[in-house]
């Protein structure tokens, strides 16, 4: 039965989890990679070259980016005073310029790979080495400040690359690359790196933003070729299949003809949808809405849209086009040719958009959250799934006789689609609720609305209320009495929710256990018999009870000292309110024993969220000088210091740090797997227990 309750809810986890992605996944640590030469010009005369790498859809600013904007990159010369001169600035290849409205000047930058030429006359012509540092911003979505340093070693005309400044102030002419201090505590820290299980690499190794980034986009192909054979079986597209091929076979001289003309006509399916998703991704652009997860404004505005379309789909209304639109369309369809046909494709898009509208505009929704180009990518996948019927049933037109008959069933499957909007809109508003901590959809109250809507939903099935355009029915049929017992059995495993069940097959979909009026189920002060809580008066400053009664902190400085007070490792969470993969995580993994005791006994815990809307007094504001942009409010005061101190802004992010905040381990993003990620934890405290 498990299969079958998956089965009902995977378009609704599926489509939160876009909107989670850009919080989720987006790593990207090293969006670039630098190299040197060296060309001689005269005994005194060199000429350093710099080759710099970028990542697709990163940019790095240029030198001469104007005042008052981005971060320019700059060039430093160590112990250059008496030894060498250099000029002012580097020589740069081709630099694009953009105006930029939140600094209000024309930026000018680099994408994918960039030049600088520097010319450096020696004074002193002994002078075999010269060391060079690299200041700049990798902005995406987010700005990351790098810094990389370049040794120039004249004598053997060759250049080496570091990332990290001890071993560049180390280095030597003759190779010496590492502090031996520096060399033994990174043995120290690594010496137990065997021992963890390659199920943890390999989980590790799956976060990254390349690979997460594929799956995020194949993942949002399937569902919308899926919604697009959802959209087949609605009342305004089925009946066309039979008519539309049945037109073009017969209006063909030839069955070769027909079919190459309903193989076009499926064609342009795809480019007008197509095109409808590039039409998106270039008015709100590439990476401007992957953030959309944590943002109060458009969560509202999609939770309304998605209650209009559920009232569309249950039948209050119809959304359509001006019918204008269809009969000019319709009349250049009778122009034959391919221009006909590419009309004819037009006027099905137009005439079917009071039941393709609500699926598409979901869609649409969901995939612009996520950002780039994940508005195409799920155009095509729904396009494909309209066109491709068309096609094979060109090509065989006797498959049309194992057609259903068109009918009641058709509305139905509307009407299944309705209640699936309205409740996925829920989660929307409960996003929204979570960022402001408003408290107006709690666990108790949005469970108890998934309860009455997949109860309502049942009672439907099982053909005990009908809608407005619902035809008699006398009997139900096999497959829908199978849907209806799956939500019939989806909906009794909702409800012990209630009673503070744990709810893990929809994990991250309902607001966290802690966010609702009886943390530990209606009617219980304390769930499963464990000790009473502490009074909150006793917990250390800026300390709460967290997941599964984890003591938390959420101010980074409180924790540390919390930590060292009590020699422990500290665990720091950056979290989000409205994260969903956070909530997996916290209802997934942290609840498993071998983690949760770790989690309670042997590190202490820092949750710092990036999305809580509270106002940080007027004398702790300030201008990042990560990304440039003005940090006004708890959120933005963590967000910012995960961008500077680990580069990157995504959650859910864990990082393990010693008494000095040095990290002990790799940090990992989301990592669902148990057992890995105990063994990330287990790894990062012995080894701070064995330094």
């Known amino acids: 039965m498990k299969v079958y309750l998956k089965l009902l809810i995977a378009f609704l986890i599926t489509s939160a989890s876009y909107a989670q992605f850009g919080m989720g996944q987006n790593q990207q640590l090293k969006p670039t990679k630098w190299e040197g030469k060296i060309n001689k010009l005269s005994d005194t005369s060199y000429e350093l070259i710099y080759e710099l790498s970028i990542e697709p859809d990163w940019h790095v600013y240029s030198q001469f980016t104007p005042e008052g904007g981005p971060i320019p990159l700059a060039f430093d010369y160590v112990d250059k005073e008496g030894k060498y001169e250099v000029e002012e600035f ?46 700049y911003q990798s902005c995406i979505d987010v700005c990351i400040n790098e810094e990389y340093y370049m040794v120039f070693d004249l004598k053997n005309n060759k250049a080496q690359v570091f990332s990290n400044y001890d071993e560049f102030e180390a280095y030597q002419a003759n190779g010496a690359t590492k502090k031996p201090e520096t060399q033994k505590k990174e043995e120290q820290l690594n010496a137990d790196d065997d021992e963890v299980p390659q199920a943890l690499l390999d989980a590790q190794a799956s976060v990254s933003n390349e690979d997460g980034s594929k799956k995020g986009l194949f993942s949002i192909f399937w569902i919308a070729f899926l919604s697009g054979f959802v959209a087949l079986l609605t009342p305004c597209v089925f009946p066309m299949i039979p008519m539309t091929v049945g037109f073009f076979t017969k209006q063909s001289k030839t069955k070769a003809k027909g079919v190459s003309n309903a193989l076009l006509y499926g064609f342009f399916i795809v480019v007008i949808y197509v095109l409808l998703g590039s039409l998106v991704t270039g008015i709100f652009g590439a990476d401007a809405l992957n953030a959309l997860s944590t943002n109060v404004t458009f969560n509202i505005v999609f939770f309304v849209i998605l209650i209009i379309f559920a009232a569309s789909f ?9 019918n204008s639109w269809a009969n000019k369309v319709d009349s250049q369809a009778n122009k034959g040719g391919i221009i006909g046909i590419f009309f004819m494709a037009l006027a099905l898009a137009i005439v079917s958009f009071s039941c393709t509208g609500p699926i598409v505009g979901t869609l649409l929704v969901e995939a612009a959250s996520k950002g780039g180009i994940a508005p195409i990518v799920g155009m095509l996948g729904f396009s494909l799934a309209i066109a491709i019927p068309f096609a094979l049933f060109a090509m065989f037109p006797g498959w049309m006789n194992t057609l259903p008959k068109s009918g009641g069933w058709l509305n139905s499957v509307k009407v299944v689609l309705g209640f699936l909007e309205l409740a996925l809109a829920l989660k929307f508003l409960s996003n929204a609720d979570l960022v402001l901590e408003a408290h107006w959809l709690e666990r108790e109250v949005f469970l108890a609305l998934w309860i009455a809507i997949f109860g309502t939903l049942t009672l439907y099935l099982f053909g005990k209320i009908s809608l407005p355009h619902d035809s008699p029915l006398k009997h139900i049929s096999v497959g829908r009495l199978g849907l209806g017992l799956v939500t019939l059995s989806f909906t009794i495993y909702l409800i012990p929710g209630l009673w503070g069940a744990p709810l893990k097959m929809i994990s991250g979909f309902p607001p966290p256990m802690n966010y609702s009026e009886s943390p530990y189920g209606v009617g219980n002060t304390k769930g499963g018999g464990t000790a009473t809580a502490t009074n909150k008066s006793d917990f250390p400053e800026h300390a709460e009870l967290g997941p599964h009664d984890i003591l938390a902190f959420t101010d980074y400085d409180a924790g540390v000292a919390y930590a060292k007070e009590n020699n422990l490792p500290i665990l720091l969470d950056f979290t989000g309110k409205a994260c969903i993969n956070c909530r997996k995580m916290e209802e997934r993994v942290w609840s498993e024993p071998q983690v949760l005791n770790k989690l309670k006994n042997d590190v202490v815990l820092i949750s710092l969220y990036v999305d809580i809307k509270e106002q940080l007094p007027k004398e702790e504001q300030y201008t990042s000088e990560t990304t440039g942009k003005r940090v006004r409010t708890i959120g933005n005061k963590w967000s910012d210091f995960q961008i500077k101190h680990y580069g990157i802004n995504a959650q859910p992010y864990y990082v393990l740090l010693n008494h000095q905040e040095v990290e002990l381990n790799k940090p990992v993003g989301y990592l669902p797997d148990v057992e890995a990620y105990s063994a990330w934890l287990k790894d990062g405290i012995t080894k701070f227990k064995n330094q």
Do not use: R
Request: glycine share 4%.
């Open 90 to 135: 580097a020589k740069e290849s081709e630099t694009k310029t953009q105006f930029n409205e939140t600094f209000g000047v024309d930026e000018m930058y680099f994408e994918n790979q960039a030049t600088f030429k520097q010319k450096v006359t020696l004074i002193n012509p002994d002078i075999q080495v010269i060391k060079a540092q690299i200041f």
């Open 314 to 322: 249950l039948g209050a209304f119809e959304i359509m086009l001006p």
